[in-house]
């Protein structure tokens, strides 16, 4: 099973059932992946903060809702990371392409990449990293983390893990 | 007529949908006018009205009603398009349109100038967008409700506030019992 199937996989078995995701290059297959199982009602986002508000939404209807979104857009959701998915304790799986790291060839994206981890760690955000195809293996359990612990969750997944461009 | 007239005007209507109502004073008007475990108060979070209404229309069968402002929506002006192709037709978006920053000081919106929110939410390819004067609007809500079909409701108004205490329920609260009000 390719990866972005996997991610998908372990998504549906943990009854995530609405995915709003905003485009990426290294997430197209599980964006693909997420269009294409009909467990799952995609919608698709304009911006990153309105995903969360539809995942919010969709939480408090009663179905499990995850974000697909890149790092750079980390800023424009803090505002609703703080006050709507972590005031009112609503579980949130980020799926984060993590531009900017290890075999990115465009220098714009490592400014946002070196303020990554320090906005998460500034957010008290539980923060995972895949790098290695085998770091993948953990998501089933984050998931249930997530769940678990109605938080916001972010697993950042860069270029080595997609085996690079 | 001022927002928390039209709120007055369509509380009983609304007493029937899950209610997503928008930050600052209209949440706390309609907390003041009729407080229901129905009603999702937004305590922060500009913009997002709508794209709370919607996911949450699309994730059960019962009427969601998000009332939101015409400063809110031109601060998250991508949602109109997202509603338009992901119909759910047990959903009103309600914008309360008063040509100004009501919560902030009633500095005025674009909305209030040159810009129509029925305009742009038509081109934006939504297919039910009516707009009606404040003292229409309770009609118009029960007939967007009862039509089966995704509707958005522009109410025209005039800027002006009363005064209104804060909410102080804590917002897990508030989440908690709209959750069991979904569920019931």
């Known amino acids: ?165 | 007529m001022i927002r928390s007239e039209v709120l007055r005007e369509i509380a009983p209507v609304l007493r029937e949908a899950l209610v997503v109502c928008n930050i600052g004073l209209p949440s706390q008007e309609l907390h003041m006018i009729d407080d229901q475990p129905s009603n999702f108060y937004m305590l922060g979070t500009m913009g997002l009205a709508s794209s709370i209404g919607l996911g949450l229309a699309l994730s059960q069968p019962k009427p969601v009603v998000a009332i939101d402002g015409d400063g809110s929506v031109l601060t998250n002006f991508g949602t109109l398009p997202t509603i338009a192709n992901n119909v759910a037709d047990n959903f009103v978006l309600l914008i309360i349109d008063n040509g100004s920053y009501g919560s902030t000081g009633d500095q005025p919106t674009y909305a209030g100038k040159k810009t129509s929110l029925a305009k742009v939410a038509s081109a934006c390819g939504c297919e039910n967008v009516v707009e009606v004067q404040g003292a229409e609007a309770a009609e118009a809500l029960r007939t967007a409700l009862d039509s089966g079909k995704m509707t958005v409701l522009v109410v025209k108004c005039e800027s002006g506030n009363i005064k209104v205490p804060v909410i102080t329920m804590d917002p897990v609260v508030i989440r908690d019992r709209f959750m069991k009000a979904v569920r019931s």
């Open chain 1, 1 to 165: 099973m390719s990866i972005s199937k996997q991610i998908v996989a372990d998504f549906i078995a943990n009854d995530v059932r609405f995915v709003t995701t905003v485009p990426c290059k290294q997430l197209g297959g599980v964006i693909d992946e997420v269009e294409a199982r009909p467990e799952i009602h995609h919608v698709p986002a304009n911006k990153e903060d309105e995903g969360m508000g539809l995942c919010a939404g969709a939480y408090m209807g009663g179905k499990r809702s995850a974000i697909i979104m890149q790092n750079t857009a980390l800023g424009v959701t803090i505002n609703t990371l703080v006050t709507l998915t972590q005031f009112y304790r609503m579980p949130l799986p980020m799926l984060i392409s993590y531009r900017g790291e290890l075999k990115e060839p465009v220098a714009c994206q490592v400014e946002m990449a070196v303020h990554t981890k320090a906005l998460l760690n500034q957010l008290n955000i539980p923060t995972y990293h895949f790098h290695r195809q085998e770091d993948g293996a953990e998501l089933d359990a984050i998931l249930k983390y997530t769940f678990m612990c109605n938080k916001p969750v972010a697993i950042l997944t860069d270029a080595t893990f997609w085996g690079g461009y």
